[in-house]
């Protein structure tokens, strides 16, 4: 599914190295897509695969100072990170012969890495937004400045989010989005609940902000008393705010109004006005407000909000979303918080590092082409291609075989599989950065320029004819996902390069490995919210009633089984928060099996390492998420990651597959051995 990265967390989030200096890479590292050396075959695969396929990984990759989870993505995404950084120290300094992508990556690094540049401009390049922002004296003021804060911030912590979206009653309709926001903290209940751990987070949230009022200038007790106002502020909106486990609901978050309506919403707010500021029409035809009742506590909040609350709102939220591209001083307070406070991680990540991400956010595509002319052939594509199709046809098979669907309702689902579009490696049309500019001098004016680049790009689609081939995710990214709209699965080249797919091995770990990958993209369209939107990506209810029954009833089995994993501490899996990524993890697996045993119809596998075909090929779906996390992670990523933790994305997985139980010869008592009958299968 489709994932986002807020520059203010951006920095935080660092992946970084093992106690010593990191260097460039010239090229990228090879590690196989099953590597014996971090099994732990002391372990009793029928009890835990998880500790069997990954027991000694930890030991040879304990996490970085500066990670607050590591795990094989995270590895391969630092390598590729180093490799970028090479590219564009190259692209730096060269003169003669760039490309005019190449110079804007070259200048952007290059401003970036001035560090000292950046500290001695201090908070000057940010005070004409700062004072935009003291010289509001009438609220009817606020529409024109907060969307140009919105579109320098590059986020929705500013209120609200706006801009386009797919239609969900018509995909091929492009329309006004607007969005719950307004946060600091990552979810609504660190500012709802009251348990001592979300207390201490919350105390030391409110303190952050004093920190970063005094680095704006105030006072101490100016500053207290502006973290005090935030915080009453967000409050109220959290409370109005969807539960991340509503938004996964698609009918809870599509309500269409025409320009009436929205200001009905909102009274005391501007719309027009505000629409105008962006540069868009002031007005469309069509919005859809994800969360009206958001919207009703914003506008009652704005009314209640004295001049100097609304002011002591918008700096900070303009402060801490940029805080990542100001001076030593905002970063190493952004990074305090949200990297230390709140996810354990020990260190800051090097410049370089932080560098690297934010040109692969604002300035993606770019970085992607370098990224996939050097690493990315087009056997390796074609593989892929070909791997895709055989996992396709093994759900075709999956659709046609199930007992309890009815002909009606496969003939849909058939459909809709058929109408899958598989984008594979980067995309055919490349990203025009030609608005977009780059000053070789000026770091923050570059940040701010990529943000606005971004978010105008976005507006303009409003009303526009959609565009199928666009991705979501730059091609060096390592990761995947299904679009329920787009009704299509994306894999970048960098999730298609060992250690995830292998050329230099055999089928069975590649099967095992991405080709679970692509199952499991490919399930997200018939997961438990994918399902709800028919093949050309429209919220639509294709299903007989006796058939969803019978899916929510199979989907109810994952959900309860996965209810009972521990994270950390004694907080369980919120199951209906995961719920998609597990039935996608069982279904891709699945059908990764049976789209393997059908490749290899008529051969015969090679045994390696001391494993059969069959075991390697569940070893290496083990071992594409070999990872560790530090508690403070565990706890913040139970409240808003929808992925259950990698142990039990392994063994809540396998325990549902007799095939496993065959590979390894387990025995009835075995801890990941079900009795007959009592396997969860929805696919």
């Given at each position: 599914?489709?994932?986002?990265?807020?520059?203010?967390?951006?920095?935080?989030?660092?992946?970084?190295?093992?106690?010593?200096?990191?260097?460039?890479?010239?090229?990228?590292?090879?590690?196989?897509?099953?590597?014996?050396?971090v099994m732990d075959r002391s372990v009793d695969p029928c009890d835990d695969l998880y500790r069997y396929a990954c027991g000694a990984w930890s030991a040879k990759n304990p996490i970085p100072a500066d990670q607050s989870r590591w795990s094989v993505y995270a590895k391969m995404a630092n390598e590729n990170q180093r490799y970028l950084w090479g590219v564009l120290n190259k692209l730096s300094t060269q003169g003669e012969g760039r490309s005019a992508n190449q110079a804007k990556l070259g200048d952007y690094f290059a401003a970036c890495m001035d560090e000292g540049a950046v500290q001695a401009a201090g908070l000057k390049p940010l005070q004409p937004l700062l004072q935009r922002i003291a010289a509001l004296q009438d609220k009817k003021d606020l529409p024109a400045l907060l969307a140009a804060l919105q579109l320098a911030a590059g986020n929705d912590r500013l209120f609200f989010g706006f801009s386009a979206g797919q239609d969900f009653a018509d995909a091929t309709r492009q329309i006004a989005f607007a969005s719950a926001g307004g946060l600091g903290l990552p979810d609504?209940?660190?500012?709802?609940?009251?348990?001592?751990?979300?207390?201490?987070?919350?105390?030391?949230?409110?303190?952050?902000?004093?920190?970063?009022?005094?680095?704006?200038?105030?006072?101490?007790?100016?500053?207290?008393?502006?973290?005090?106002?935030?915080?009453?502020?967000?409050?109220?909106?959290?409370?109005?705010?969807?539960?991340?486990?509503?938004?996964?609901?698609?009918?809870?978050?599509?309500?269409?109004?025409?320009?009436?309506?929205?200001?009905?919403?909102?009274?005391?707010?501007?719309?027009?006005?505000?629409?105008?500021?962006?540069?868009?029409?002031?007005?469309?035809?069509?919005?859809?407000?994800?969360?009206?009742?958001?919207?009703?506590?914003?506008?009652?909040?704005?009314?209640?909000?004295?001049?100097?609350?609304?002011?002591?709102?918008?700096?900070?939220?303009?402060?801490?979303?940029?805080?990542?591209?100001?001076?030593?001083?905002?970063?190493?307070?952004?990074?305090?918080?949200?990297?230390?406070?709140?996810?354990?991680?020990?260190?800051?990540?090097?410049?370089?590092?932080?560098?690297?991400?934010?040109?692969?956010?604002?300035?993606?595509?770019?970085?992607?082409?370098?990224?996939?002319?050097?690493?990315?052939?087009?056997?390796?594509?074609?593989?892929?291609?070909?791997?895709?199709?055989?996992?396709?046809?093994?759900?075709?098979?999956?659709?046609?075989?199930?007992?309890?669907?009815?002909?009606?309702?496969?003939?849909?689902?058939?459909?809709?599989?058929?109408?899958?579009?598989?984008?594979?490696?980067?995309?055919?049309?490349?990203?025009?950065?030609?608005?977009?500019?780059?000053?070789?001098?000026?770091?923050?004016?570059?940040?701010?320029?990529?943000?606005?680049?971004?978010?105008?790009?976005?507006?303009?689609?409003?009303?526009?004819?959609?565009?199928?081939?666009?991705?979501?995710?730059?091609?060096?990214?390592?990761?995947?996902?299904?679009?329920?709209?787009?009704?299509?699965?994306?894999?970048?080249?960098?999730?298609?390069?060992?250690?995830?797919?292998?050329?230099?091995?055999?089928?069975?770990?590649?099967?095992?490995?991405?080709?679970?990958?692509?199952?499991?993209?490919?399930?997200?369209?018939?997961?438990?919210?994918?399902?709800?939107?028919?093949?050309?990506?429209?919220?639509?209810?294709?299903?007989?009633?006796?058939?969803?029954?019978?899916?929510?009833?199979?989907?109810?089995?994952?959900?309860?089984?996965?209810?009972?994993?521990?994270?950390?501490?004694?907080?369980?899996?919120?199951?209906?928060?995961?719920?998609?990524?597990?039935?996608?993890?069982?279904?891709?697996?699945?059908?990764?099996?049976?789209?393997?045993?059908?490749?290899?119809?008529?051969?015969?596998?090679?045994?390696?390492?001391?494993?059969?075909?069959?075991?390697?090929?569940?070893?290496?779906?083990?071992?594409?998420?070999?990872?560790?996390?530090?508690?403070?992670?565990?706890?913040?990523?139970?409240?808003?990651?929808?992925?259950?933790?990698?142990?039990?994305?392994?063994?809540?997985?396998?325990?549902?597959?007799?095939?496993?139980?065959?590979?390894?010869?387990?025995?009835?008592?075995?801890?990941?051995?079900?009795?007959?009958?009592?396997?969860?299968?929805?696919?």
């Amino acid at each position: 599914m489709k994932r986002l990265l807020l520059l203010s967390t951006l920095f935080a989030a660092a992946l970084a190295a093992h106690g010593q200096a990191e260097t460039p890479l010239d090229a990228l590292p090879y590690t196989p897509s099953l590597d014996p050396t971090v099994m732990d075959r002391s372990v009793d695969p029928c009890d835990d695969l998880y500790r069997y396929a990954c027991g000694a990984w930890s030991a040879k990759n304990p996490i970085p100072a500066d990670q607050s989870r590591w795990s094989v993505y995270a590895k391969m995404a630092n390598e590729n990170q180093r490799y970028l950084w090479g590219v564009l120290n190259k692209l730096s300094t060269q003169g003669e012969g760039r490309s005019a992508n190449q110079a804007k990556l070259g200048d952007y690094f290059a401003a970036c890495m001035d560090e000292g540049a950046v500290q001695a401009a201090g908070l000057k390049p940010l005070q004409p937004l700062l004072q935009r922002i003291a010289a509001l004296q009438d609220k009817k003021d606020l529409p024109a400045l907060l969307a140009a804060l919105q579109l320098a911030a590059g986020n929705d912590r500013l209120f609200f989010g706006f801009s386009a979206g797919q239609d969900f009653a018509d995909a091929t309709r492009q329309i006004a989005f607007a969005s719950a926001g307004g946060l600091g903290l990552p979810d609504r209940d660190y500012y709802l609940k009251h348990d001592d751990k979300t207390v201490k987070i919350r105390t030391a949230y409110e303190a952050h902000v004093a920190r970063l009022f005094e680095l704006l200038g105030d006072s101490p007790e100016a500053a207290k008393a502006g973290a005090r106002s935030v915080i009453a502020t967000e409050t109220v909106l959290a409370r109005a705010s969807l539960s991340k486990v509503d938004k996964r609901d698609p009918y809870k978050t599509f309500h269409v109004y025409d320009a009436r309506g929205l200001k009905a919403l909102t009274p005391g707010f501007d719309w027009a006005a505000y629409q105008a500021a962006l540069g868009t029409a002031p007005w469309h035809a069509r919005y859809n407000v994800t969360e009206p009742a958001f919207f009703k506590a914003f506008g009652a909040r704005l009314k209640a909000m004295s001049a100097a609350e609304l002011k002591a709102y918008l700096r900070w939220q303009l402060a801490s979303s940029l805080a990542p591209a100001l001076d030593s001083g905002f970063v190493q307070a952004n990074f305090d918080f949200y990297g230390q406070t709140l996810v354990g991680t020990p260190q800051l990540m090097p410049r370089w590092k932080r560098c690297v991400q934010l040109v692969d956010v604002q300035l993606g595509e770019a970085l992607g082409q370098e990224f996939v002319a050097r690493n990315f052939t087009p056997a390796l594509k074609a593989a892929t291609v070909q791997m895709t199709g055989e996992i396709e046809a093994a759900m075709a098979r999956s659709i046609d075989g199930l007992a309890w669907m009815s002909a009606a309702t496969k003939a849909r689902a058939q459909a809709k599989l058929k109408a899958i579009v598989n984008k594979v490696g980067y995309p055919e049309r490349w990203r025009d950065y030609a608005a977009l500019p780059v000053q070789r001098g000026d770091f923050l004016a570059n940040v701010i320029a990529g943000n606005q680049f971004e978010a105008r790009r976005q507006l303009a689609k409003i009303g526009q004819p959609l565009d199928r081939g666009e991705w979501h995710m730059t091609p060096q990214t390592v990761n995947a996902y299904y679009d329920a709209q787009m009704n299509d699965i994306n894999f970048p080249a960098g999730v298609l390069l060992p250690p995830l797919y292998d050329a230099q091995l055999d089928d069975a770990p590649n099967y095992g490995n991405t080709g679970g990958t692509i199952g499991h993209e490919l399930t997200h369209g018939f997961d438990d919210e994918g399902r709800q939107f028919d093949a050309q990506g429209n919220l639509k209810n294709w299903w007989t009633k006796k058939d969803g029954q019978e899916f929510e009833k199979r989907a109810a089995c994952v959900a309860d089984q996965y209810a009972t994993y521990t994270v950390v501490d004694d907080i369980k899996i919120n199951s209906k928060l995961t719920l998609g990524e597990d039935l996608a993890d069982l279904g891709g697996l699945v059908l990764a099996w049976e789209a393997w045993k059908a490749h290899m119809a008529g051969r015969t596998g090679e045994a390696r390492d001391g494993l059969t075909p069959e075991q390697r090929f569940f070893v290496a779906f083990a071992q594409w998420d070999c990872a560790d996390a530090r508690p403070e992670a565990l706890r913040v990523r139970a409240k808003t990651d929808p992925h259950s933790p990698a142990r039990w994305r392994i063994n809540g997985v396998v325990v549902n597959m007799p095939e496993f139980e065959k590979a390894f010869a387990c025995k009835p008592g075995a801890k990941l051995v079900k009795a007959a009958g009592q396997h969860c299968k929805v696919w």
